[in-house]
């Protein structure tokens, strides 16, 4: 089975970045317009977890801040869990393979691209 997910969304604040010695944890939240609409036939919006890692994650903490527009790609996980008070949770979140900053200042033919496992710019 296939497992990928492209989503092209803003930042809905600044990126929280985990340093666990051995490698960086980037988590970040994503809007994102539906194509459904509401009752009164207003665009409706989505929201997601993003979360990278290693060199990605420094990418994120060192370039992205909230209202950044960018394009994700990686795979979708679901996480479940019990809550305090026993009831069952679950959510969902991507798991960052790549990124694109999608900003107006970005879009300019020097816009860097990064490499998921090393977090340099490709060329």
Avoid at 12 to 28: G, H, L, M, R
Avoid at 52 to 61: D, H, N, P, Q
Wanted: aromatic share 8%; with cysteine.
């Amino acid at each position: 089975m296939i497992n990928s997910i492209y989503i092209i969304g803003r930042l809905t604040k600044e990126p929280k970045i985990v340093d666990n010695n051995d490698f960086k944890i980037a988590n970040f939240d994503l809007a994102f317009d539906n194509l459904s609409k509401d009752e009164s036939g207003n665009k409706t919006t989505s929201f997601i977890t993003c979360i990278a890692f290693s060199k990605l994650a420094e990418v994120v903490g060192d370039n992205l801040h909230k209202g950044a527009k960018v394009l994700v790609n990686g795979t979708l996980q679901q996480r479940n869990w019990l809550d305090k008070t026993g009831a069952k949770r679950n959510t969902y979140e991507v798991l960052v393979n790549s990124l694109e900053f999608l900003d107006a200042k970005a879009k300019s033919e020097d816009a860097p691209k990064f490499d998921p496992y090393t977090g340099k710019p490709l060329k």
